[in-house]
């Protein structure tokens, strides 16, 4: 049974659809209801089981309430990919706007680390889970105007380290995904002056996150990967 945060559409979506081909259930939330639903209808289309529910994972209620809703439904979480994610503004750091900044650093990390929390009431408790977290390029190195983008996902990446190191002992792993540019809304609002279709579909990028969910990555916790040109050793 697999979680995937802003599985709507974009890279969550293309995640939600290669579990659920594997023959996953899949759970899916992000805060627009009616392209959640729309998803769900894609999936279900291609014969997956998949639920979903609408949620804004900044605010730690509703990560509470979306947790008990997945519990409700499938009675466990397996694996969990903190997917969802926000642009905000590309400003410099001098004109950054606060309320962006306090906004961008819930959506992209304060999430990250809620949904953590409660699933891992779960994973700890039934001792098995998997936990895969999105990245950035500039998570790793920063670069002007990216702001509190750039400044969230350095804090994924350290977030990612903690929290493979706390639950080794209940044979959780956990790493961290930089997908690379992908074709996506997220990316077009980032780089309106590019040609989309230069850049790999959510689709092509999405076995890495089949390989760090399954069996076969069992001894890999507390790193991080490219899904760029990533391939099966
Ligand atoms: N695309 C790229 O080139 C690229 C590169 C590097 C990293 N990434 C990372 O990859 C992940 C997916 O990116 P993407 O390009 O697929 O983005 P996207 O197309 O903008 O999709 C983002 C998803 O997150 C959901 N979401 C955003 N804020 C949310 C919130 N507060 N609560 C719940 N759901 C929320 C969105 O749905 P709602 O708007 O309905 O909430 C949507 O489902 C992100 O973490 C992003 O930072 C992407």
Same mark, same amino acid.
Request: glycine share 8%.
């Given at each position: 049974m697999a979680l995937i945060t802003g599985g709507s559409r974009g890279i969550g979506k293309a995640i939600a659809m290669a579990y659920a081909?594997?023959? %996953?259930k899949v759970f899916i939330c992000a805060r627009k209801r009616g392209v959640l639903r729309k998803a769900a209808e894609e999936i279900r289309a291609a014969g997956g089981e998949v !639920?979903?529910? %609408? %949620?804004? /994972?900044?605010k730690a209620n509703a990560v509470r309430r979306l947790v008990r809703q997945v519990c409700r439904a499938y009675g466990t979480i397996h694996i969990l990919v903190n997917n969802a994610g926000t642009l905000? &503004? !590309?400003? &410099? /750091? /001098?004109h950054y706007p606060v309320p962006a900044w306090e906004k961008v650093v819930k959506a992209n990390l304060t999430a990250?680390?809620?949904v953590t929390r409660e699933a891992l009431g779960v994973m700890a408790r039934q001792k098995e889970g998997v936990i895969i977290n999105l990245s950035s390029g500039v998570g790793r190195i920063g670069k002007a105007r990216w702001g509190a983008y750039a400044a969230a996902k350095f804090g994924v990446e350290g977030l990612t380290q903690v929290v493979a190191e706390e639950v080794k002992e209940w044979n959780?792993?956990? #790493? %961290?995904? #930089? &997908?690379?540019g992908t074709r996506t809304e997220m990316r077009a609002a980032a780089y309106p002056d590019e040609e989309p279709m230069t850049l790999p579909? &959510?689709?092509e990028i999405a076995p890495i996150f089949v390989y760090l969910a399954s069996d076969e990555s069992r001894e890999i916790s507390g790193k991080s990967f490219d899904a760029r040109g990533w391939r099966k050793i």
């Open positions: 081909r594997e023959g %996953a !639920r979903w529910y %609408a %949620a804004d /994972i900044s905000g &503004p !590309r400003e &410099p /750091i /001098i990250v680390f809620l959780i792993r956990v #790493n %961290a995904v #930089n &997908p690379g579909t &959510p689709e």
